[in-house]
Nanobody
Framework: QVQLVESGGGLVQAGGSLRLSCAAS????????MGWFRQAPGKEREFIAQ????????FYADSVKGRFAVSRDSAKNTLYLQMNSLKPEDTAVYYC?????????????????WGQGTQVTVSS
């Protein structure tokens, strides 16, 4: 089993920045691709960003491209999401996810483990 714990959420003004962290523990050798998703009230959970295995290959949703950056510190088993130029529409619960495979995954069903989520609120 793999456990994921997110941190770093909070309240920020529009235009500000936040960095989310996701610490993985347990059988981390089973983890391949890791990603970030978010879910706003009344909406479905949506893909935000992913990093393929331990590579530098990253992919982003169009809504965050150029503003968010995903990175991974394999030595610390930690995934990060640097969020800049935040907008009120970025307000959501942000989830970290991990998959067994090493491939491009953008669907929630393709990920095997999930964190509990961290709230990000952007005020206008």
């Amino acid at each position: 089993q793999v456990q994921l714990v997110e941190s770093g959420g909070g309240l920020v003004q529009a235009g500000g920045s936040l960095r989310l962290s996701c610490a993985a523990s347990g059988r981390t050798s089973s983890v391949g691709t890791m990603g970030w998703f978010r879910q706003a009230p009344g909406k479905e959970r949506e893909f935000i960003a992913q990093i393929i295995g331990n590579s530098n290959y990253t992919f982003y949703a169009d809504s965050v491209k150029g503003r968010f950056a995903v990175s991974r510190d394999s030595a610390k088993n930690t995934l990060y999401l640097q969020m800049n130029s935040l907008k009120p529409e970025d307000t959501a619960v942000y989830y970290c996810a991990a998959a067994r495979g090493i491939y491009y995954y953008s669907q929630t069903s393709q990920y095997n483990w999930w964190g509990q989520g961290t709230q990000v609120t952007v005020s206008s």
